[in-house]
């Protein structure tokens, strides 16, 4: 099984980038779908982008045009290029892996990460 690590979150000023990293580790990165979640405090854990098993990228319609996401399949990570952050982009980033196709359900989502932290101030 999959195993994830997140790294890059920070604090920054709206209008600011971040680019989150996610290493994965384990066995069969390319057998799973790929995905950022993001948890405001004291909100449900919500969907951001995902990357499927068929190489197809999908975004909350909050976040398109401002987020990317892109897959190092050499180096078995992921990663979100964040710009244009605003402050309801604040939360914690998670990295999710699911055995299915397509993934944008937490239901869906076999392997979590540890999150890391967002912070966008106004």
């Known amino acids: 099984q999959v195993q994830l690590a997140e790294s890059g979150g920070d604090s920054v000023q709206a209008g600011g980038s971040l680019r989150l990293s996610c290493a994965a580790s384990?066995?069969?990165?390319?057998?799973?779908?790929l995905a950022w979640f993001r948890q405001r405090s004291g909100g449900e854990r919500e969907w951001v982008s995902s990357?499927?098993?068929?190489?197809?990228?999908f975004y909350v319609d909050s976040v398109k045009g401002r987020f990317t996401i892109s897959k190092d399949t050499d180096n078995h990570t992921i990663s979100l290029q964040m710009n244009s952050l605003k402050p309801e982009d604040t939360g914690m980033y998670y990295c999710?892996?699911?055995?299915?196709?397509?993934?944008?359900?937490?239901?869906?989502?076999?392997?979590w990460g540890q999150g890391t932290q967002v912070i966008v101030s106004s």
């Open positions: 999710a892996a699911a055995e299915n196709f397509y993934c944008a359900l937490a239901d869906q989502i076999s392997v």
């Open positions: 990357f499927t098993r068929d190489d197809r990228t």
């Open positions: 384990g066995t069969a990165f390319g057998h799973y779908c």
